[in-house]
């Protein structure tokens, strides 16, 4: 059973930083498409970040391109998300997703139903 655990989230200023981890276990595929997703009240979740694990491909939401970069340790099993330049409107809870053996293409997946584990979701805040 995949399991997902992030952390690392919190309160900053506006044009702060954080950076979001997610330790993984139960991944038996070498490779995967890894994703981190936010979500605020009243919203469908957002894939913002996906990486291939086995090769480094990444692909972002056009709203954080040039501010975050998802980047993997395959020796910790984990994937981080670093974020740059963060904004109000950032503010969200963000979760960690697997699609254990699968493949992350430019478009597919970015909805929830293409990932089949879930990490806790840890909150970012940032204010103006």
């Known amino acids: 059973q995949v399991q997902l655990v992030e952390s690392g989230g919190g309160s900053v200023q506006a044009g702060g930083s954080l950076r979001l981890s997610c330790a993984a276990s139960?991944?038996?595929?070498?490779?995967?498409?890894m994703a981190w997703f936010r979500q605020v009240p009243g919203k469908k979740r957002e894939a913002v970040a996906r990486?291939?694990?086995?090769?480094?491909?990444?692909y972002y939401a056009d709203s954080v391109k040039g501010r975050f970069t998802i980047s993997q340790d395959n020796a910790k099993n984990t994937v981080y998300l670093q974020m740059n330049s963060l904004k109000p409107e950032d503010t969200a809870m963000y979760y960690c997703?697997?699609?254990?053996?699968?493949?992350?293409?430019?478009?597919?997946?970015?909805?929830?139903?293409?990932?089949?584990?879930w990490g806790q979701g840890t909150q970012v805040t940032v204010s103006s």
């Open positions: 139960g991944l038996v595929y070498r490779s995967n498409c």
């Open positions: 990486i291939n694990t086995g090769e480094d491909s990444t």
């Open positions: 997703a697997a699609r254990s053996g699968g493949y992350c293409y430019a478009a597919y997946p970015r909805l929830e139903s293409g990932f089949g584990a």
